[in-house]
């Protein structure tokens, strides 16, 4: 399920950045963010995900010349990278166009390749279950998973709310792939940073409060999400996402074993997946 979510951040970040800067009006927030991925390869550079993610911010800046050095220190560390052989080959033919607008459109290209491989990454995965798992198994699985569903939302009301949820605009969906890069790369300070820079600049957006309060629990910091969840229940009194959170950091305090206390982990994570299944359905 890890890898899943991580190329669904993939996606994510493909999305956000073939766009323009001139489009989002968020040109120094973008400079912020090459900065801090400049950053992380300084403290890991042995990563090759970080050296990949840096040279991909570089590239759709236009700043082709330092993407190509990153790319090629990434190819030190590992010669056979397939998306960093990919990267690098766009930069040589690019640099070769003069039209700006060629330019930008070859850009996105790439960034249309790059979402395309990663689906294909994901249907390898599906072949890989398919092939281990019998289809009376695949199919209790996936009865399960609607009966799962149907019972989150008579409790927490999710499909009525969906019409009037909160909807992200770009610039927070460009600050939310930004925090999901960091926490792959076990960033925990630019992490954090990036949370509350989120949460100051986007106060009306229960996902801000509930994304920060599950980093503050995956750093064990449990009681500094009650607080924040409990702030964001008076906030937001018929946010299902936040009540599934309050229930959930709830069960997580009450445990009294790593054992109790990792199993309401679990079933967090397994609600608040089913509760971003239902509102992409």
Do not use: W
Request: glycine fraction near 4%.
């Amino acid at each position: 399920m890890g890898k899943l979510k991580a190329c669904t951040v993939g996606i994510y970040c493909l999305a956000v950045l073939a766009v323009p800067l001139s489009a989002t009006g968020e040109s120094g927030d973008r400079e912020k963010q090459s900065t801090l991925l400049k950053e992380i390869v300084k403290k890991n550079p042995s990563s090759e995900q970080a050296r990949y993610d840096y040279a991909l911010d570089l590239y759709t800046q236009g700043r082709f010349k330092e993407a190509r050095d990153e790319l090629q220190s990434l190819l030190a560390l590992n010669s056979k990278h397939r998306r960093g052989q990919a990267l690098l080959k766009s930069v040589n033919d690019i640099e070769k166009i003069t039209d700006q607008e060629v330019r930008q459109q070859k850009i996105v290209e790439y960034l249309l390749s790059e979402t395309s491989a990663v689906f294909e990454d994901m249907k390898g995965m599906k072949k890989e279950f398919d092939d281990m798992f019998s289809e009376g198994f695949k199919k209790k699985l996936a009865d399960d998973g609607v009966a799962r569903r149907a019972s989150l939302d008579k409790k927490y009301k999710i499909t009525a709310s969906i019409s009037k949820s909160y909807k992200e605009p770009l610039e927070e969906l460009m600050l939310a792939s930004e925090i999901s890069r960091f926490e792959r790369l076990n960033s925990v300070k630019d992490a954090e940073s990036s949370h509350l820079r989120r949460n100051e600049k986007y106060p009306r957006s229960p996902k801000a409060k509930m994304d920060y309060a599950y980093f503050l629990i995956t750093q064990d910091r449990v009681t500094e999400a009650i607080k924040l969840i409990e702030s964001a229940r008076k906030q937001f009194p018929e946010d299902p996402l936040v009540q599934i959170f309050s229930d959930g950091v709830q069960a997580i305090s009450r445990a009294t074993s790593s054992e109790q206390k990792e199993q309401a982990r679990r079933e967090l994570d397994i609600n608040t997946t089913d509760f971003q299944t239902m509102i992409l359905d």
